[in-house]
């Protein structure tokens, strides 16, 4: 059974940082790109961040330079750091992995607020 399982979700004031979490369980995910999307409901789901199996990294142009994506496929793990955290980051953010299938995670809820 696959499983994607988001964390470190929270709210945070304009400014301010915080890092995701998923890890992943039930594939083998060195193998596996890994992707950052995050969705209001009612709104497109958006593309944040990715990062290859190479390692190399893509980021939607409204997060670069403020978030950073990483992998430790040692811990079946990905990261999303997220910096200088702006008021229209808020919504959920989720985590997928992808290959020949996809898979999803539950997601974590971001709010960003004075």
């Known amino acids: 059974q696959v499983q994607l399982v988001e964390s470190g979700g929270g709210m945070v004031q304009p400014g301010g940082s915080l890092r995701l979490t998923c890890v992943a369980s039930?594939?083998?995910?060195?193998?596996?790109?890994i992707y950052w999307y995050r969705q209001t409901p009612g709104t497109e789901r958006e593309l944040v961040a990715g990062i290859f199996r190479s390692g190399s990294t893509m980021y939607a142009v409204s997060v670069k330079g403020r978030f950073a994506i990483s992998r430790d496929n040692a811990e079946n793990t990905v990261y999303l750091q997220m910096n200088n955290l702006k008021p229209d980051d808020t919504t959920v953010y989720y985590c997928?992995?992808?290959?020949?299938?996809?898979?999803w995670g539950q997601g974590s809820q971001v709010t960003v607020s004075s």
């Open positions: 997928t992995a992808k290959r020949v299938n996809v898979y």
């Open positions: 039930g594939i083998s995910f060195s193998v596996h790109s």
